[in-house]
Nanobody, 124 residues
């Protein structure tokens, strides 16, 4: 059974940092591309970042470049999202997802497995 479990969310003041983790089990992790998405109520799930198998390729939403960094540790079956200089508009539920093939990593439909999400709240 494949599981993706996000952790590290919480409440932080604007300008602060958080590091999210996505721990995977039940799959050959280093074969999967992993993405982070976020969603606020009433809006579509939004692409945040993605990383390919060995971490050599990363992709970011244009609006988040320079503040967010995605990385992975295949020995721990874990992907991280370091979020710095957080803003109130970063408040959302953050999800990680895994895909065997994601030629367009920004598109949710390419992803095979999803975590349950972790809430990030940034106060002003």
């Amino acid at each position: 059974q494949v599981q993706l479990v996000e952790s590290g969310g919480g409440l932080v003041q604007a300008g602060g940092s958080l590091r999210l983790s996505c721990a995977a089990s039940g799959l050959t992790f280093n074969r999967y591309r992993v993405g982070w998405f976020r969603q606020v109520p009433g809006k579509e799930r939004e692409f945040v970042a993605a990383i390919y198998w060995s971490g050599e390729s990363t992709y970011y939403a244009d609006s988040l470049k320079g503040r967010f960094t995605i990385s992975r540790d295949n020995s721990k079956n874990t992907v991280y999202l370091q979020m710095n200089s957080l803003k109130p508009e970063d408040t959302a539920v953050y999800y990680c997802a895994a895909a065997l093939r994601a030629p367009i990593p920004t598109v949710t439909s390419w992803y095979d497995y999803w975590g349950q999400g972790t809430q990030v709240t940034v106060s002003s």
